[in-house]
């Protein structure tokens, strides 16, 4: 589900560890804490992921970025408000439902720079 102002992108990412992405594979979809705690599973854009990498994985250097195709996806997807910190206008991607393991179609490291800070994802 997209709102109509947003066209659908061609790929969504999701930010976990290394470690999280073997067990997903193993499991064959990824329930995150927050599918519990929020009801949805955090997706972002490529464009928008440095955001909150920065906020909640500064300095981390085992995460990967889960490449996904949104068309593989069985749960709504809505495009919604991240924290107060974020650009206003700035929608992110949630997922209300487990993340298949089938719609992932690429894993990439995702790694800071020299300063700790991740940087745009660029494809």
């Not at 067990?23 to 854009?45: C, K, M, N, W, Y």
């Not at 990498?53 to 069985?74: E, K, M």
């Amino acid at each position: 589900m997209y709102p109509q102002s947003t066209p659908k992108p061609p790929v969504l990412v999701h930010l976990c560890s290394a470690d999280d992405w073997k067990a997903i594979s193993a499991d064959g979809e990824h329930r995150p804490d927050s599918l519990a705690s929020a009801g949805f599973v955090h997706l972002s854009t490529p464009q928008q992921v440095h955001l909150p990498a920065n906020r909640l994985f500064a300095g981390r250097t085992d995460l990967v970025l889960l490449h996904i195709d949104p068309d593989r996806l069985f749960d709504p997807v809505r495009w919604e408000p991240g924290v107060p910190t974020d650009p206003e206008a700035m929608k992110f991607p949630h997922l209300y439902g487990p993340l298949p393991a089938a719609a992932v179609r690429a894993v990439t490291p995702y790694r800071p720079g020299p300063d700790g800070t991740f940087a745009p994802f660029t494809m």
